[in-house]
């Protein structure tokens, strides 16, 4: 490294200073904490990017968001060029810039890591889009992402504005294969998609009976607001969007609004009320990666929930149903067959209904940890990944082989077969390749293929929701002296440390000998307990279900004692 780089970056890491005490992980999705406390940690998160951009010689994102938590909070992560995840190999190095005392720790670190990475820093031009939700502290740390990226010679930091994390990963991605990678790109290729598939699906017809609209809590974040100019684009004539907690209206982000409180709570977010009895309604999360739908069945606050896992089952019965038509019909074409593999991805917190349904449909179900990271990795090695964790992230990965012979598909029948069911299974299954977000998880293109299916099928959300019942389930959040004692296995189902807390956990749940003996009956019938470090909050989380929603509760809070009893109770 020149000194005149070793010098650009000691100047500038002396204006942000790492805060005492202050350890931060890169984590489930990235570094989260209070937004007080993020500057010195957004500045270095900007030179990591810059360095991926060295690396990779490809534009690189960096997101300023905390998703669904409290607006005090904030986080910063890293899109790679494919618009996915960092790579989890880089992760290390992100927590070692994170940590490092002193700028002259930082510059060693930074010359060690390029050494072994191989990063020349010969001053070429390299791009990182910053995109930010709308909370509050955004703007500053931006700045400090600014001067993090401004500080490797040759990297150039893009202020791509106020966006949802989706939308900044498409772009990076978009960016890197394509001239069109703007936001109004963006728009553009998701209302043209969707009104393709609506016009497969409608046949022409534009009917308007029943089922026809769709209330959306926009959790008072940036996903509403999107929403909204999403909305005017798509001009729909047989669907009604409409908006609410869009954030114009001045609510709080996040406060008794958007999927997380949904899913959790599972009760009708703020703005909701007896008016929407029956109504079928979907929440986004603060960043707007996150869907989960709702309806209220009766003027209580209480909601029937259709969540990830239900999102997740109606894309696959979807899939399922259209490669079936699409291979039904072998007269019709040359009988070159593909062998399409299927996979759906979850991880422990997938409702077991949701499991059991997906297996009897004859899918592979594949369980990795917490965190988009792991789904999507798991998703790649399909020709059509279906990944959702049960909160409500999620989305569909066609490999670009399937959608290559798909392409040839669609041409061969438009010549032998043309209007044939089969074309229009192969038309259908193209427009969602082109709708569905490739990056990560999109509450907006998610919620635009629910529709469509929905409209393809003819479901009420009542018809959806009823697929299968979940297990009733409970989760909880214990506050312990040190979260990083708790590691786990086998997709996050098992405590390996500290010792004996699995044994007190299954005893508990009555996995092992733990029977009542006077009736022979498991201690909880469905029971189902495990518990996992957050990798976004300082907390363990514990989750449970079972036959009863007592017994979940029963179990989630016994557990809860446990966790307590054996991590020591944490300081609020
Ligand atoms: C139980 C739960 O909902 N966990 C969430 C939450 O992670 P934790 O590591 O559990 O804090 O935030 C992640 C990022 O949004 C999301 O991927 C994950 O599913
Ligand atoms: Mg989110």
């Given at each position: 490294?020149?000194?005149?780089?070793?010098?650009?970056?000691?100047?500038?890491?002396?204006r942000?200073?790492?805060?005492?005490?202050?350890r931060?992980?890169?984590?489930?999705?990235?570094?989260?904490?209070?937004?007080?406390?993020?500057?010195?940690?957004?500045?270095?998160?900007?030179?990591?990017?810059?360095?991926?951009?060295?690396?990779?010689?490809?534009?690189i994102?960096?997101?300023?968001?905390?998703?669904?938590?409290?607006?005090?909070?904030?986080g910063v992560?890293i899109?790679?060029?494919?618009g996915e995840?960092?790579?989890?190999?880089?992760?290390?190095?992100?927590?070692?810039?994170?940590?490092?005392?002193?700028p002259?720790?930082?510059?060693?670190?930074?010359?060690?890591?390029?050494?072994?990475?191989?990063?020349?820093?010969?001053?070429?031009?390299?791009?990182?889009?910053?995109?930010?939700?709308?909370?509050p502290?955004?703007?500053?740390l931006?700045?400090?992402?600014?001067?993090?990226?401004?500080?490797?010679?040759?990297?150039?930091?893009?202020?791509?504005?106020?966006?949802?994390?989706?939308?900044?990963?498409?772009?990076?991605?978009?960016?890197?294969?394509?001239?069109?990678?703007?936001?109004?790109?963006?728009?553009?290729?998701?209302?043209?998609?969707?009104?393709?598939?609506?016009?497969?699906?409608?046949?022409?017809?534009?009917?308007?009976?029943?089922?026809?609209k769709?209330?959306?809590?926009?959790?008072?974040?940036?996903g509403?607001?999107?929403?909204?100019?999403l909305?005017?684009?798509?001009?729909?004539?047989?669907?009604?969007?409409?908006?609410r907690?869009?954030?114009r209206?001045?609510?709080?982000?996040?406060e008794?609004?958007?999927?997380?409180?949904?899913?959790?709570?599972?009760?009708?977010?703020?703005?909701f009320?007896?008016?929407?009895?029956?109504?079928?309604?979907?929440?986004?999360?603060?960043?707007?990666?996150?869907?989960?739908?709702f309806?209220?069945?009766?003027?209580?606050?209480?909601?029937?929930?259709?969540?990830?896992?239900?999102i997740?089952?109606?894309?696959?019965?979807?899939?399922?149903?259209?490669?079936?038509?699409?291979?039904?019909?072998?007269?019709?074409s040359?009988?070159?067959?593909?062998?399409?593999?299927?996979?759906?991805?979850?991880?422990?917190?997938a409702?077991?209904?949701?499991?059991?349904?997906?297996k009897?449909?004859?899918?592979?179900?594949?369980?990795?940890?917490?965190?988009?990271?792991?789904?999507?990795?798991?998703?790649?090695?399909?020709?059509?990944?279906?990944?959702f964790e049960?909160?409500?992230?999620?989305?569909i990965?066609?490999?670009e082989?399937?959608?290559?012979?798909?392409?040839?598909k669609?041409?061969?029948?438009?010549?032998?077969?043309?209007?044939?069911?089969?074309?229009?299974?192969?038309?259908?299954?193209?427009a969602?390749s082109?709708?569905?977000?490739?990056?990560?998880?999109?509450?907006?293109?998610?919620?635009?293929?629910?529709?469509a299916?929905?409209?393809?099928?003819?479901?009420?959300?009542?018809?959806?929701?009823?697929?299968?019942?979940?297990?009733?389930?409970?989760?909880?959040?214990?506050?312990?002296?040190?979260r990083?004692?708790?590691?786990?296995?086998?997709?996050?189902?098992?405590?390996?440390?500290?010792?004996?807390?699995?044994?007190?956990?299954?005893?508990?749940?009555?996995?092992?000998?733990?029977y009542?003996t006077?009736?022979?009956?498991?201690k909880?019938?469905?029971?189902?307990c495990?518990?996992?470090?957050?990798?976004?909050?300082?907390v363990?989380?514990?989750y449970?279900?079972?036959?009863?929603?007592?017994?979940?509760?029963?179990?989630?809070n016994?557990?809860?004692?446990?966790?307590?009893?054996?991590?020591?109770?944490?300081?609020?």
């Open positions: 490294m020149e000194e005149a780089q070793r010098s650009l970056l000691l100047s500038s890491a002396v942000f200073p790492p805060l005492e005490g202050a931060l992980s890169y984590g489930t999705a990235g570094f989260r904490t209070d937004a007080s406390l993020l500057r010195s940690t957004v500045f270095r998160a900007g030179i990591l990017a810059a360095l991926r951009a060295l690396k990779t010689r490809s534009v994102g960096l997101v300023i968001t905390a998703s669904h938590n409290k607006v005090s909070d904030n992560k899109a790679d060029p494919t995840m960092l790579s989890q190999d880089w992760e290390p190095f992100a927590d070692s810039l994170a940590a490092a005392p002193s002259d720790h930082l510059l060693k670190g930074i010359i060690e890591f390029a050494e072994f990475e191989k990063i020349e820093f010969d001053g070429r031009k390299v791009e990182v889009l910053i995109g930010r939700d709308t909370r502290s955004g703007q500053s931006l700045e400090a992402a600014k001067l993090g990226i401004g500080s490797i010679i040759g990297a150039v930091a893009v202020d791509v504005g106020i966006l949802t994390t989706p939308q900044l990963h498409w772009m990076v991605r978009a960016s890197n294969c394509s001239t069109q990678a703007s936001e109004f790109d963006y728009f553009e290729q998701l209302s043209r998609s969707f009104r393709c598939l609506m016009d497969l699906i409608l046949g022409g017809s534009e009917s308007n009976e029943g089922n026809d769709v209330v959306v809590d926009g959790a008072n974040g940036v509403g607001e999107k929403l909204l100019v909305k005017e684009m798509l001009n729909l004539k047989d669907l009604e969007i409409e908006v907690n869009s954030g209206e001045g609510g709080v982000l996040n008794g609004v958007g999927a997380d409180f949904v899913q959790k709570e599972k009760v009708v977010p703020s703005g009320g007896p008016q929407d009895v029956g109504i079928r309604c979907a929440s986004l999360d603060g960043d707007a990666d996150r869907l989960v739908y309806t209220a069945p009766s003027s209580s606050s209480k909601i029937e929930l259709v969540d990830g896992d239900k997740l089952s109606l894309f696959a019965v979807f899939i399922k149903e259209e490669l079936s038509i699409l291979n039904k019909e072998p007269d019709a040359t009988g070159d067959d593909y062998q399409c593999r299927i996979g759906v991805v979850q991880t422990a917190y409702n077991g209904a949701s499991t059991d349904y997906l009897r449909l004859g899918l592979e179900v594949f369980f990795t940890p917490t965190g988009v990271k792991y789904l999507h990795q798991k998703a790649t090695q399909y020709d059509i990944g279906i990944y049960a909160n409500g992230h999620g989305t990965l066609f490999s082989p399937f959608l290559r012979w798909l392409d040839a669609n041409n061969e029948l438009s010549s032998v077969a043309k209007g044939s069911e089969q074309q229009k299974a192969a038309l259908r299954l193209l969602v082109k709708l569905i977000n490739p990056a990560v998880g999109d509450a907006l293109s998610g919620m635009l293929l629910v529709e299916i929905l409209r393809h099928k003819g479901w009420s959300i009542h018809r959806w929701s009823e697929l299968y019942h979940d297990l009733p389930s409970k989760q909880l959040k214990v506050k312990v002296v040190d990083t004692a708790v590691v786990t296995a086998n997709a996050e189902t098992e405590v390996v440390k500290p010792p004996s807390i699995q044994e007190a956990i299954n005893a508990e749940t009555g996995t092992f000998a733990a009542d006077c009736c022979l009956k498991a909880y019938p469905q029971g189902r495990f518990i996992r470090p957050s990798g976004t909050e300082d363990i989380r514990v449970a279900e079972a036959s009863t929603q007592d017994a979940a509760d029963s179990l989630a016994s557990v809860a004692k446990l966790v307590d009893k054996f991590l020591g109770h944490g300081s609020s």
